[in-house]
Antibody, heavy 130, light 110 residues
Framework: QVQLQESGPGLVKLSQTLSLTCTVS??????????WTWIRQHPGKGLEWIGI???????SYNPSLRSRLTISVDTSKNQFSLKLSSVTAADTAVYYC??????????????????????WGQGTTVTVSS | QSALTQPPSASGTPGQRVTISCSGS????????VNWYLQFPGTAPLLLIY???QRPSGVPDRFSGSKSGTSASLAISGLQSEDEGDYYC???????????FGGGTKLTVL
């Protein structure tokens, strides 16, 4: 089955750029019907959506991060990536990549959208330090 | 766009039925389906309910979801100790053009 694995430095210096990669195994990142997303979780807090890459290659970002964020895909490596510039202590978090299931057909053949994160990476802890 | 609203905590005794509410807006829950996630300490969330009331394979039928207007709820019947964890609702938000999460509900089995 499809598995996701985040990779990247666990420690990033203040004001530098945080770069993470999510490697997709067991399936193609180019397969239709799925999007790819990043989520983070600050220590002891809830889940925060970071951004998403649609199957068209376009992206949508959380407005609070938009000015610093780039999400891209490398289909040849079956990977998608996150770059967050000018990091501060507030960017210290566990970062997750996930696959987003877009929709499904029910038994009658009707299609329903749901945008659910059905496969998650294990998460990677990133600490911003001075 | 604000986060979806969930109670911070919920509790119940083994065998009881517990419900967790999730409130949103017209651009989120009012226009899109709701998904629920369960997160155990130190692990990644897992998809528990999708499209308001659908269970992925492997999720017990003790878990059920519903949606009405701009609100949704998750019900857990026959509560078990292994149900303890953090529950998050989420939905696509048309204004945000992205996913919006609830703040999470910590479920304790007494």
């Amino acid at each position: 089955q499809v598995q996701l694995q985040e990779s990247g430095p666990g420690l990033v210096k203040l004001s530098q750029t945080l770069s993470l990669t999510c490697t997709v195994s067991g399936g193609s990142i180019s397969i239709g019907g799925y999007y790819w997303t990043w989520i983070r979780q600050h220590p002891g807090k809830g889940l925060e959506w970071i951004g998403i890459m649609f199957s068209s290659g376009s992206t949508s970002y959380n407005p609070s991060l938009r000015s610093r964020l780039t999400i891209s895909v490398d289909t040849s490596k079956n990977q998608f990536s996150l770059k967050l510039s000018s990091v501060t202590a507030a960017d210290t978090a566990v970062y997750y990549c996930a696959r987003v299931g877009v929709g499904y057909y029910d038994s009658s053949g009707s299609y329903y959208y749901y945008y659910g994160m059905d496969v998650w990476g294990q998460g990677t802890t990133v600490t911003v330090s001075s | 766009q604000s986060a979806l609203t969930q109670p911070p905590s919920a509790s119940g005794t083994p065998g009881q039925r517990v419900t967790i509410s999730c409130s949103g807006s017209s651009s989120s829950i009012g226009s899109n389906t709701v998904n629920w996630y369960l997160q155990f300490p130190g692990t990644a969330p897992l998809l528990l309910i999708y499209s308001n009331n659908q269970r992925p394979s492997g999720v017990p039928d003790r878990f059920s979801g519903s949606k009405s207007g701009t609100s949704a709820s998750l019900a857990i019947s026959g509560l078990q100790s292994e149900d303890e964890g953090d529950y998050y609702c989420a939905a696509w938000d048309d204004s945000l053009k992205g996913v919006i999460f609830g703040g999470g509900t910590k479920l304790t089995v007494l």
